[in-house]
């Protein structure tokens, strides 16, 4: 069963890479989720390597990532607060958050400023019995302590954001993007929680506080039922993003009113570091290369084209030019029909082959979306040109 941790680990590289590598304008929300997974992805594999039994063959990957663990719950709190917020700024009250990250700096340094011996000394005594492992002592805690403390820091900073998205859930317009965050938001925040109650009570259990469930043959001959739904945690947490492609990058907040009647969009701009002049660059590529032609062109394909997120593009357009994407892209359609109309196009061409050439299937969708914006049908406005 301990298969699952190393499958976390690299659907986790994946993700944290993609996350991290891929081209977007949510610089901020995609960074912080990606760092997450990095960590993940480590304390995963780490974990994989510690109870398989493999720190013999890995011996560098011993004590330091103790420092990185100790970090892991902070791009959480600090994701969701941007997505929540939609910004990302600093409380001197959030330095709370980085003592589990104290604790460990300490302890690791100590260590390592021992004589070799000491180090070695703990590293023959993890490698040659995996399963006592969390009860080394360094300066101030163990490590079954180190556990311990920073998740329960995960576990109150998911408490505190609990009522701040109950928040977010309840407000806003219902369409269907929002719908798909909510969701995404419930089930990310839910898995972390699980994450954090069985990792408490897993070092409970290797401090010998508690004994919840007797072993399970399917963890291993010392392993749990916690330690079993443990593992199944990380691994949820590590391939839930397949389900929610879209929202990886947030959700572009809609501009909230200021008790001076102002819109908050006109003080700080566009929402998740969108930049007019950028997006209208991007837009105006789209028209050089006539990409509006294409039949299959819809927002998907835009949004790979331009290397961005979907919602982000929709956002822009209804914010800048108040039109759909739909209705974006009919419009610079319509305006090649026009043209093709006026250089004499229908002279030598049946509307179905202009409707062809404008990226319609069909005369008839052509016909009604021309007509919608020229309030004319092509074969009265070729007779209006000549």
């Not at 929300?29 to 510690?50: D, E, N, P, V």
């Not at 909230?256 to 570091?273: A, E, V, Y």
């Not at 997006?279 to 062109?297: A, G, S, T, W």
């Not at 050439?357 to 007779?383: D, M, Q, W």
Request: aromatic share 16%; hydrophobic share 45%; glycine share 6%.
């Amino acid at each position: 069963m301990i298969i699952v941790l190393l499958l976390s680990s690299i659907f986790g590289f994946v993700l944290s890479s993609t996350l991290l590598l891929k081209g977007t304008t949510n610089t901020i929300a995609t960074r912080i989720l990606g760092c997450f997974y990095l960590l993940l992805s480590l304390y995963a594999l780490h974990t994989y390597i510690y109870d398989g039994g493999y720190l013999e063959h890995f011996q560098w990957f011993f004590l330091w990532p103790l420092l990185l663990y100790n970090f892991i719950f902070i791009p959480i709190y600090y994701y969701f607060k941007v997505v929540l917020t939609d910004r990302l700024n600093w409380h001197k009250a959030e330095l709370i958050l980085f003592i589990p990250l104290l604790l460990g700096l300490v302890d690791v340094v100590y260590i390592y400023l021992q004589p070799a011996s000491v180090y070695n000394s703990i590293l023959s005594e993890t490698i040659s019995s995996p399963e006592t492992r969390l009860s080394a002592q360094y300066l101030f805690l163990r490590l079954d302590q180190h556990l311990l403390i920073r998740h329960c820091w995960q576990l109150g900073v998911l408490l505190f954001l609990l009522p701040k998205i109950k928040f977010f859930i309840t407000n806003g317009e219902a369409d269907e993007m929002k719908s798909i965050l909510n969701k995404w938001l419930l089930v990310f925040w839910g898995i972390l929680m699980l994450m954090s109650i069985l990792a408490i009570f897993y070092a409970l259990e290797k401090m010998a506080l508690v004994k919840v469930f007797d072993s399970l043959i399917i963890v291993g001959e010392k392993g749990g039922i916690i330690t079993f739904f443990l593992y199944i945690a990380l691994f949820l947490i590590g391939v839930i993003p397949i389900y929610f492609p879209s929202i990886l990058y947030g959700y572009p907040q809609r501009a909230r009113t200021t008790s001076n009647g102002n819109k908050d969009l006109k003080i700080n701009g566009l929402k998740f570091g969108l930049d007019e002049e950028e997006m209208n660059l991007k837009l105006e590529k789209i028209k050089q290369n006539k990409l509006y032609l294409k039949k299959n062109f819809n927002l998907t394909e835009c949004a790979r084209v331009l290397q961005m997120p979907s919602h982000h593009i929709s956002y822009f357009l209804k914010q800048q030019y108040e039109v759909s994407f739909a209705e974006y892209k009919n419009g610079l359609r319509m305006e090649y029909a026009e043209k093709l109309i006026r250089d004499g196009y229908l002279e030598n061409n049946t509307i179905e082959a202009l409707a062809q050439e404008c990226g319609f299937v069909s005369r008839t969708s052509f016909s009604k979306t021309f007509k919608s914006h020229v309030e004319i049908s092509p074969s009265e406005y070729a007779l209006a040109v000549k």
